[in-house]
């Protein structure tokens, strides 16, 4: 018997199912504010180069009169943002006059930012603008650096030390990296400290996913799955509201890294996964665990007759069917799961690519980044709804294929769209974004789905690692904006289509049973493959037996 056998014989989806995937989601919907918050953090207010200092002119023009004259226009109608006049320009004061050739510089003398809606950001703190305005991704960029890191790190730590330490050890991480965010003055230790949270990310997705996962029976895997994708969904819209009540970028940051102190306070009644516990050989506290489920359960009874041996006999079955991985060389070992390995790579990086690409760079619609951050994050609740439904009774390849194909459209048309006719940007982007979210919620599913359990872990976890690889190169693909407009639309809609298409290349598992080795594995394609060539010779057989020729009939 398997180990959910006896997870259902303790009550199945009972109180402590809900209670502790609840407690484990909420730190969720938080951790996906600190994903999407440098777009209010880091948010550009309009600005222009600070006039020179001590000109008695300015107070005899007035300060608007004086703008016009030191800071020239930019061709929409607004100051330039970089540039100003060495000397003023009295002529451009007079109704429809114009400077041709005048002399320009830098801003010399700083910036004057617009803090109608930002009073505050990292960009106006360190003038992050000009010839700085990389660093504004680069800051980004040090996140997902330490989210790829910590996918490593984590993931290492989780087979060592179970799940629950490192993920208790994660809340505290990013409650005081992220306070320590919020209070340091320099550059440097910001972005050190978003390395330090975006390490914290792997270590608390991973780990939650795990435990719900290994504590839940079969038939509510499929919906704590689901919650999973909507809870972070419900983190863009909570990150919306607070980032509407609280401008100041240092308060914000503090407010959404806070919380995370009360989840570590929480976390330590979570029990640790039995099933780990099991495996490593800690059968007396997988007991004791197993008997606290199934007295929130209400089969107290049930968990009191339970001993070393029963449950031991219950986990055996699983184990025994075969070996943990401990080489990712297993992932390119045989040619099966060297395919499914390299499409997945494709399929995740280009996922992650495209779905941070349009997400983290809010501004460039033209439209209050609330609202738009609001509609990112509306949009994926009916768009998860159709994957989920897809799944289920189209199949899990023409999903996440239809998904990646059609956002990367949306993207690549988005760049024909007038600059003016912002609406329709905004829109097509979000149901771009609202692809992808999708196809990354069906992608989780469909890679457990693919690896054989004896390197299930492994397969996921590498694959996990090309995601952050595309994460970290989406905020280095926008600098390329700045040399042409077409590059960033088309580096991340391109990749998306060919991760379609690459998915087309791997096998369908709706309705099929989980395989448990990579033999196993090899064994299943190879069926496959020697059905196909029966069904092939069976119709040629047919043709020929009424005097049709297969090539006529094909031509």
């Not at 004061?93 to 400077?99: H, K, M, Y």
């Not at 230790?189 to 839940?216: A, D, K, P, Q």
């Not at 060539?533 to 020729?549: I, R």
Request: charged residues 15%; proline residues 5%.
């Amino acid at each position: 018997m398997a180990f959910t056998d006896l997870l259902d014989a303790l009550g199945g989806v009972g109180r402590f199912q809900l209670v502790s995937t609840a407690l484990l989601l909420l730190p969720c919907s938080l951790l996906a504010c600190h994903n999407f918050l440098q777009n209010f953090t880091a948010a550009v207010p309009p600005h222009h180069c600070q006039s020179p200092a001590n000109h008695s002119a300015a107070a005899v023009y007035g300060s608007g009169a004086w703008l016009r004259a030191t800071v020239p226009l930019h061709p929409l109608g607004l100051p330039e943002p970089c540039r100003r006049f060495t000397r003023p320009q009295w002529a451009l004061l007079s109704p429809n006059a114009s400077v041709d050739g005048a002399a320009t510089e830098g801003c010399k003398d700083g910036w004057v930012y617009d803090r109608s809606v930002f009073p505050s950001t990292i960009v106006t703190e360190w003038d992050l603008v000009c010839e700085a305005r990389t660093l504004r991704d680069l800051a980004q960029s040090a996140y997902m650096a330490g989210v790829l890191a910590g996918a490593a790190v984590f993931g290492s730590l989780a087979d060592r030390l179970g799940r629950k330490a490192p993920l208790v050890w994660s809340y505290l991480q990013l409650a005081v990296s992220g306070a320590a965010t919020a209070y340091f003055s320099s550059f440097g230790t910001y972005c050190f400290c978003r390395f330090l949270m975006g390490m914290t990310f792997s270590g608390i997705i991973l780990n939650s996913l795990s435990l719900v996962v290994e504590w839940m029976p079969t038939r509510g895997r499929t919906v704590a799955g689901i919650l999973l994708g909507y809870s972070f969904t419900s983190g863009q819209l909570i990150l919306a509201g607070v980032a509407y009540l609280i401008r100041p970028w240092r308060w914000l940051q503090f407010a959404v890294s806070v919380p995370f102190l009360i989840f570590f306070l929480y976390s330590w009644w979570l029990p640790e996964s039995s099933r780990w516990l099991l495996l490593h050989g800690k059968t007396q506290v997988a007991l004791k665990n197993l008997r606290k489920v199934a007295a929130m359960n209400g089969r107290k009874e049930e968990g009191e007759r339970l001993t070393k041996e029963v449950v031991s006999s219950y986990i055996q079955s699983e184990f025994a069917a075969g070996r943990p991985s401990n080489s990712v060389l297993d992932l390119f070992r045989t040619p099966a799961i060297r395919k499914v390995t390299c499409c997945l790579m494709v399929v995740w990086f280009s996922n992650s690519l495209a779905y941070y690409g349009l997400a983290m760079d809010l501004q460039k619609f033209g439209l209050s980044v609330y609202l738009v951050q609001v509609l990112f994050g509306v949009i994926d609740i009916p768009a998860m709804l159709v994957a989920t439904t897809t799944m289920i009774y189209v199949g899990r390849r023409a999903t996440v294929a239809s998904f990646l194909i059609l956002a990367g459209l949306m993207v690549i048309s988005n760049m024909f769209v007038p600059e003016d006719m912002q609406s329709l940007r905004t829109a097509q982007a979000a149901l771009g974004k609202g692809c992808l979210a999708s196809s990354f919620i069906c992608v989780y599913l469909f890679t457990g789905e693919l690896y054989p359990t004896e390197i299930r872990q492994m397969g996921m976890g590498f694959a996990s690692v090309n995601a952050r690889l595309g994460g970290l190169a989406a905020p280095l693909l926008t600098m390329l904006g700045e040399f042409s407009a077409v590059l960033p639309p088309v580096g991340f809609g391109a990749p998306s289509i060919l991760a379609g298409l690459a998915v087309c290349f791997l096998a369908e598992t709706r309705d099929l049973p989980l395989v448990e080795t990579i033999e196993a594995m090899e064994r299943r394609v190879k069926e496959r493959l020697s059905r196909n060539d029966a069904e092939e010779k069976g119709e040629e057989v047919s043709l020929q037996q009424l005097g049709v020729s297969p090539l006529k009939e094909t031509i």
